[in-house]
């Protein structure tokens, strides 16, 4: 059976003392990478009135642009790429994907027209797709199960510091230099990160963290075979279709609520840059570290834990998110918004460690693809769409609030996604009294 150091210095080494080695390095890196991809993916939204002003995009050309354009390569390259993760190198795989991310980036910010926006943003998301899932499987080689929920909710900080600094930061310089130099400069740092990342971190030995079960775990996974068994479980489906209905509001919410903010209720990129970003940072950071640590606590209980949690925290973050919507200022929206951001993410951290725990190893990298794949199609890809459709439905129809109202049409979202997190809970309680 394979050992806790084993999986440490898989790839060649022989377990020198180094911090290359060690469990908190790689996480620590990983997640840097993951802030830097999700501060890739959000400085659209965040600097959504600028780009607007100056490049003469409507609201459902940036809903396209944030959602559909960018789902449509960033969720189906995901499955090849998960694929070849698996066969392969996961790390090399990483390393590759940031450095072409990053470079896209910085086309972002040197893009002309609406149209070579596009193009850059599709780029993007075409790398993109090679930066979470072999993650998620480096990370699940690295901890045992019961520290991985911890371990993933660190990880998902990601979005949380990558939204804020975004904000932060792209905010702050957008409003001394324009909206293009956060896109070269954040495109520069991912490029340098693709070769530390390459040059340090090693390559995990597959499933020696799962004791009896790591059997076969370096044995090349088909791909067809693997698809079909992710589509045909009722648990990994039943977790993707839910984590999907969330995404919904996440990212319908994510992209437009900068805007939101700053053309109904008065906020200026000054107040953007200071007290957004800290709502982003204490209240989804907060959320998932908070999250990791009660899954892992439910999940030690019972299995359904990873459904549980989900239902729970979205219960509670709906009548704040319909407070948000409705607030008459922006200080009680950001109130809002804080309670509504810790209670949204529960379902990333339960979602990702149950699909991660529920196959075999040698599956990992293409199971979180194909997890990925169909929440992110329905959340990323429509989400922002369908705000951006609706807020210039309603402004046709004489609304002076039209992205107000817009909003509003996510809440029922919610009632779906817990409903399928529910259901997902009975079906993971049989399984235990069955087993």
């Known amino acids: 059976m394979a050992t806790a150091s084993d999986a440490m210095t898989a790839g060649g080494d022989t377990g020198r003392p180094s911090p290359a080695n060690r469990p908190w390095f790689v996480l620590v890196t990983l997640t840097f990478v993951y802030i830097l991809n999700f501060l890739d993916r959000q400085l659209i939204g965040i600097l959504a009135k600028p780009i607007q002003d100056s490049?003469?995009?409507?609201?459902?050309?940036?809903g396209l642009i944030g959602g559909l354009y960018f789902a449509m390569f960033y969720c189906f390259i995901a499955i090849p790429v998960g694929w070849f993760a698996d066969r392969t190198s996961r790390v090399g795989v990483l390393s590759l994907a940031c450095a072409i991310w990053?470079?896209?980036?910085?086309?972002?910010?040197?893009?002309?027209?609406?149209?070579?926006l596009v193009i850059a943003r599709m780029t993007v998301g075409f790398g993109e797709a090679g930066g979470v899932p072999p993650s998620y499987a480096i990370i699940t080689d690295t901890y045992p199960p019961g520290k991985?929920?911890?371990?993933?909710?660190?990880f998902n900080l990601g979005p949380a510091i990558g939204a804020a600094a975004g904000v932060a930061f792209g905010a702050a310089i957008a409003e001394l230099y324009g909206w293009r130099l956060p896109f070269i400069i954040v495109g520069a740092i991912g490029v340098a990160?693709?070769?530390?990342?390459?040059?340090?971190i090693r390559e995990p030995q597959k499933g020696a963290m799962d004791g009896a079960r790591a059997a076969g775990a370096d044995d090349k996974a088909p791909f067809w075979p693997t698809v079909g068994a992710f589509l045909s479980n009722p648990v990994l489906m039943l977790a993707a279709l839910g984590s999907g209905a969330t995404q919904f509001v996440t990212y319908g919410l994510g992209n437009f609520a900068v805007l939101y903010l700053m053309r109904e209720k008065g906020m200026v990129l000054g107040d953007v840059a200071v007290w957004y970003a800290l709502v982003l940072l204490i209240g989804m950071g907060g959320g998932m570290v908070v999250s990791g640590r009660v899954i892992d606590a439910m999940t030690r209980k019972s299995r359904a834990g990873y459904a549980i949690a989900p239902a729970a925290s979205l219960a509670v973050a709906m009548p704040f998110y319909i407070g948000f919507v409705w607030a008459p200022s922006w200080p009680l929206a950001l109130a809002l918004l804080a309670v509504v951001m810790v209670f949204n993410y529960f379902y990333l951290s339960a979602s990702v460690a149950l699909v991660q725990e529920e196959v075999r190893p040698n599956q990992r990298v293409l199971?979180?693809?194909?997890?990925?794949?169909?929440m992110n199609f329905i959340g990323l890809g429509l989400g922002p769409t369908w705000v951006g459709f609706a807020s210039d439905w309603f402004k046709a129809q004489g609304d002076t609030q039209s992205l107000q109202s817009a909003l509003y049409t996510l809440t029922p979202f919610y009632l779906i996604a817990i409903g399928l997190?529910?259901?997902?809970?009975?079906?993971?309680?049989r399984e235990g009294a069955a087993a």
Do not use: E, H
């Not at 470079?103 to 609406?114: E, I, L």
């Not at 991985?148 to 660190?154: C, D, E, K, T, V």
């Not at 990160?193 to 340090?200: E, N, P, S, Y």
């Open 55 to 62: 490049l003469n995009v409507t609201d459902t050309q940036l």
């Open 102 to 116: 990053s470079g896209a980036t910085v086309a972002c910010g040197m893009a002309a027209n609406y149209t070579q």
């Open 148 to 154: 991985r929920a911890a371990a993933l909710g660190i």
């Open 193 to 200: 990160t693709a070769a530390f990342v390459w040059l340090t």
């Open 367 to 374: 199971s979180g693809a194909l997890l990925l794949l169909i």
């Open 421 to 429: 997190f529910v259901a997902l809970a009975r079906r993971l309680k």
